[in-house]
């Protein structure tokens, strides 16, 4: 790696609904590979989101706050027009199992298509965490089982909290 990739600033896409502890060791793998690393909350979160988008953005703010050069950022729209207008030079996306890689591939080379100048850098995820989703994570914890170690504290509270106020 060079010196020159620590000037440069890359984007951490996806819902974060919530943020997990796999998310988390991306970010700071990126954080090192790159000058700045935005993690990126999409307004868009594809299913029907557990949290609001300001809920997102804060609970990735919260979870990143110890990762010096990280900024957290809500946007809209295709990844690689927000990638463009924030200046970065590339989206780092986590590979859990083959199912991961069909897809972000798929959305690869769509994204290389409409931004050419926008790469993507694919990291695979600690083993510790490969059967980790944020899917997984509140489909357990609705049904009361223990998530402590799987997101931040933070996510934790708020995971909590929505259980008590739905009556689980």
Sequence with gaps: ???????????CPGSFD?????HLDIIRRASKMFGKVIVAVSAEAGKQALFSIAERVEMAT??????????????????????RKRGAVALVKGLRAVSDFEREVQMALMNRRLAPEVYTVFLVTHPDYAFLSSSLVKE???????????????????LRSKQDNCGT
Excluded: K
């Design 62 to 83: 919260e979870a990143c706050h110890s990762i010096s050069n990280t900024e957290v950022d809500s946007f809209s729209g295709l990844v690689v027009e927000y990638a």
């Design 1 to 11: 790696m060079s010196d020159e990739s620590l000037e440069h600033i890359a984007l």
């Design 140 to 158: 357990i914890a609705s049904l009361g089982g223990d998530v402590e170690a799987l997101v931040p504290a933070s996510v934790l509270r708020r």
């Design 18 to 22: 919530p943020i997990t502890e796999g």
